[in-house]
């Protein structure tokens, strides 16, 4: 069955520290590939996709992602994070095959000390 | 402008009632999504549609019905409410690119 996995449950780090946020997901065939950011409180913003071309691909605030077919990978990073930052971050893939099918992770807790 | 707004906003509601939660979007796509955030923040899909024609049925008690008079709009009824329907329920649209998602609706059931 096709499936999202992120493996980090809740992630803290102290302002201005590195960030990386693993996602893996099983599909065979191709995929739209997304991360999402729900502040407390508030609804889903898009933070960053990926559907073709440059693997590496740069979104809002200092995101990216890099998506490496061969892990069937697409994690998140951010070199200098902010208390701004935390969050609940969620890896997303649309099955090409079917465009009207979203899947998510669960999610990862990211919360940033001052 | 709100792309993808929904309500009510906050619904209370005893056990047993019926409740419905409307959705509209304004961004002209074709396919629309209702999805679950449970308390520990997970989001399942729960049912899509494509120009009102339902896609996706993900093994949602038929206690949840979704109805899309037209592409713009698709509301869900909840008949018999039960306690684990307490959730914050999401609706999305999408054009074969990411999804739009609206406020979300905070359904708590006493």
């Known amino acids: 069955a096709q499936s999202v996995s992120q493996h980090n449950h809740h992630v803290i780090l102290s302002e201005a520290a590195s960030l990386e946020l693993g996602c893996n997901y099983s599909?065979?065939?191709?995929?739209?590939l997304f991360w999402y950011v729900q502040y407390p409180g508030q609804h889903l913003q898009l933070l960053l996709k990926?559907?073709?071309?440059?693997?590496l691909v740069k979104g809002i605030k200092g995101f990216e992602a890099e998506f490496i077919k061969s892990k069937f990978s697409f994690n998140l990073r951010k070199p200098s994070v902010q208390w701004s930052d935390t969050a609940e971050y969620f890896c997303?893939?649309?099955?090409?095959?079917?465009?009207?099918?979203?899947?998510f992770g669960s999610g990862t807790r990211l919360s940033i000390r001052p | 402008d709100t792309a993808v707004s929904q309500t009510p906003k906050y619904l209370v509601t005893q056990m047993g009632n019926d409740k419905s939660i409307k959705c509209e979007q304004n961004l002209g796509h074709d396919t629309m999504y209702w999805y679950k955030q449970d308390s520990k923040k997970f989001l399942k899909i729960m049912f899509s549609y494509n120009n009102k024609e339902l896609i996706i049925n993900e093994t949602v008690p038929n206690r949840f019905s979704p109805k899309s008079p037209d592409k713009a709009h698709l509301n869900l009824h909840i008949n018999s409410l039960e306690l684990g329907d307490s959730a914050v329920y999401f609706c999305a649209s999408s054009q074969k690119t990411e999804a739009f998602f609206g406020q979300g609706t905070r359904l708590t059931v006493v």
């Open positions: 599909y065979g065939g191709t995929v739209n």
């Open positions: 997303a893939v649309n099955l090409y095959s079917s465009a009207s099918k979203i899947i």
């Open positions: 990926y559907f073709s071309g440059d693997p």
